[in-house]
């Protein structure tokens, strides 16, 4: 962490880079949510840091039984039960609540985030991009379209699509499954259009989420960071924020309203 003046004048400089762009973009992870009570998988408090990381068949699995996966996710027996649990009793945090304010503000243009919680919406963020989907929604396997997991009938396994009546399965991207084409377009473009790039609570080893970043830098687009930890992009960052994102965050928020950034 870093000592209070030292974390100030990061503050400081990361606020002025944001008031200095006009089309900020940030790459969110698991951290930013931490702060809501959902464990993150890595870091320091991370759950695959402290029980080892689990077996990553859920795509195998889908793909060999979607009725039989279903079954699973229905009785809430699947591998990721408490985890899921967490989801749903979590709140938007003040590190949530400051990047809606931010785009309130017009000072980001859109959030990519690997978080599938729905905290963004719920905080009020309008300009999302869910790279590894929404816990609360469902995908057609065939048509890629999505409908609110409520709203689908469970009397029969697996959902079929109303549009296509193709295969539904939870929009949550699993491991080894491609991540939906709609939401990696959009990435791209918004990776090409940004001239600033904040990356928020993400370990930033999780491909393809992790290489925007780095595709912005390339350009010469400045990256932020705001981390308790040291990550893979933290060297090729030009301000590096060590603290929680809900410290940090609402501090950057602060520092644009009272204009002492402004150059
Ligand atoms: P990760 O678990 O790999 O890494 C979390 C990172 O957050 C670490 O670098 C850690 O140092 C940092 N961190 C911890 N507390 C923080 C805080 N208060 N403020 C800022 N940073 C903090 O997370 P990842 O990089 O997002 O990759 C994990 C994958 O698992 C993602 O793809 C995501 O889909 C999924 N996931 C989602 C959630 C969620 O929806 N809330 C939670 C856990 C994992």
Known sequence: MHQRDE??????????????????????????????????????????????????????????????????????????????????EARP????????????????????????????????????TEIHGNRYLVRCMSCGSRDRLESVRLDRLPPLCPECGGFMKNDTVMFGEPIPEDALRECYRQTALCDLFLVVGTS?????AAEFPVMACRRGVPLIEINPEETPLSGLAEVVIRASAGESLPAIVERLKAGTSRS
């Open 7 to 88: 974390l100030d004048r990061a503050i400081e400089a990361a606020a002025r880079e944001m008031a200095r762009a006009s089309h900020a973009v940030a790459l969110v992870g698991a951290g930013l949510s931490a702060e809501s009570g959902i464990p993150t998988f890595r870091g320091g408090e991370g759950l695959w840091t402290k029980l080892g990381e689990p077996t990553f068949d859920g795509w195998e699995l889908f793909n060999e039984d979607p009725a039989a996966w279903w079954q699973r996710a229905i009785d809430f027996k699947e591998e990721f039960a408490d985890f899921n649990r967490a989801i749903d």
């Open 93 to 128: 945090n003040p590190g949530h609540l400051a990047m809606a304010d931010l785009e309130a503000m017009g000072r980001l243009a859109h959030v990519i985030t690997q978080n599938i919680d729905n905290l963004h919406q719920r905080a009020g963020s309008r300009h999302i």
């Open 204 to 208: 930033a080893v999780v491909y393809p």
